[in-house]
T-cell receptor, first 112, second 113 residues
Framework: NAGVTQTPKFRILKIGQSMTLQCTQD?????MYWYRQDPGMGLKLIYY???????DKGEVPNGYNVSRSTTEDFPLRLELAAPSQTSVYFC???????????FGSGTRLTVV | AQSVAQPEDQVNVAEGNPLTVKCTYS??????LFWYVQYPNRGLQFLLK??????LVKGSYGFEAEFNKSQTSFHLKKPSALVSDSALYFC???????????FGKGTRLSVIA
């Protein structure tokens, strides 16, 4: 049981480049989330999805896009990367709102 | 909108002593409260939750938390700290409905041998 798998683990981007952070879960969870973690700031919600075909903005969605074409996959797209997007990105999933989240191991992104 | 506060950036405790990591929250309805732990270079791991029922909830690795509605608090506790408990701890809350969790800024726990 792999849980939540994120790729890549590390990435360095140049300003203005684009990339997709991949997130896959094998637990058949309907709910999936993208958070970013900055030192001393906790986790900020970027986007979330309550099921295939449904996505919604979180607290800090600017500069990002998501899609949810299948239950398993929830990729996060960065367009025109900026230094402010340097962060650690975590994907999470849950089978229901009364249950704990299962987190991936994270993607550390640096924009230079 | 819901919010959560962790008033201490750092908590230091000697091994074998009891530990407490503080959390207070604000929601419009009944709170759904969670604690997570993060070890270096890892994702967050679920420790315990309070949804309803007994105010004292027990979780993984000997941790427990006490829900106090009048003080809007959900402090994490452990009777006897271990060096291996040293990590970053996050409190999280959500309101009713399908709202995602809102996380605190985290408290770094250091257990000294």
């Amino acid at each position: 049981n792999a849980g939540v798998t994120q790729t890549p683990k590390f990435r360095i981007l140049k300003i203005g480049q684009s990339m997709t952070l991949q997130c896959t879960q094998d637990m058949n969870h309907n709910y999936m989330y993208w958070y970013r973690q900055d030192p001393g700031m906790g986790l900020k919600l970027i986007y979330y999805s309550v099921g295939a075909g449904i996505t919604d903005k979180g607290e800090v969605p600017n500069g990002y896009n998501v899609s949810r074409s299948t239950t398993e996959d929830f990729p996060l797209r960065l367009e025109l990367a900026a230094p402010s997007q340097t962060s650690v990105y975590f994907c999470a999933s849950t089978r229901g709102q009364n249950y704990g989240y299962t987190f991936g191991s994270g993607t550390r992104l640096t924009v230079v | 909108a819901q919010s959560v506060a962790q008033p201490e950036d750092q908590v230091n405790v000697a091994e074998g002593n009891p530990l407490t990591v503080k959390c207070t929250y604000s929601v419009s309805g009944n709170p759904y409260l969670f604690w997570y732990v993060q070890y270096p270079n890892r994702g967050l791991q679920f420790l315990l939750k309070y949804i309803t029922g007994d105010n004292l909830v027990k979780g993984s690795y000997g941790f427990e938390a006490e829900f106090n509605k009048s003080q809007t608090s959900f402090h994490l506790k452990k009777p006897s700290a271990l060096v291996s408990d040293s990590a970053l701890y996050f409190c999280a809350v959500r309101d009713v409905g399908n709202t995602p969790l809102v996380f605190g800024k985290g408290t770094r726990l250091s257990v000294i041998a």
